[in-house]
């Protein structure tokens, strides 16, 4: 079975951090590409930054680039989300999503909320 666990949201201030954890089990990590999304609130989710199977290619979505990092440790199955100079305009429901060709999956996710 499957399982994507994201871990390390809540609530934060504006200008603060956070960082954000999904551990995976049931698939061959290093395998797969690893994403974040987020879904605002009455929005579509959307993706927020990707790394290659190996970790030796990032990509972020033009709102988040020089504040938002991800990375993955596949020794330990688990990618991350380094998020600083939060915003308001960051809060959402973070998902995790491994993606292999056409074989995808999904977290539960984890919900950041940037208030002051």
């Known amino acids: 079975q499957v399982q994507l666990v994201e871990s390390g949201g809540g609530p934060v201030q504006p200008g603060g951090s956070l960082r954000l954890s999904c551990a995976a089990s049931?698939?061959?990590?290093?395998?797969?590409?690893m994403s974040w999304y987020r879904q605002a609130p009455g929005k579509e989710r959307k993706l927020v930054a990707t790394i290659t199977s190996t970790g030796g290619t990032t990509n972020y979505v033009d709102s988040v680039k020089g504040r938002f990092t991800i990375s993955r440790d596949n020794a330990k199955r688990t990618v991350y989300l380094q998020m600083n100079s939060l915003k308001h305009e960051d809060t959402a429901v973070y998902y995790c999503?491994?993606?292999?060709?056409?074989?995808?999956?999904w977290g539960q996710g984890t919900q950041v909320t940037v208030s002051s």
């Open positions: 999503n491994a993606r292999r060709f056409s074989e995808y999956y």
């Open positions: 049931g698939i061959t990590f290093s395998s797969y590409g």
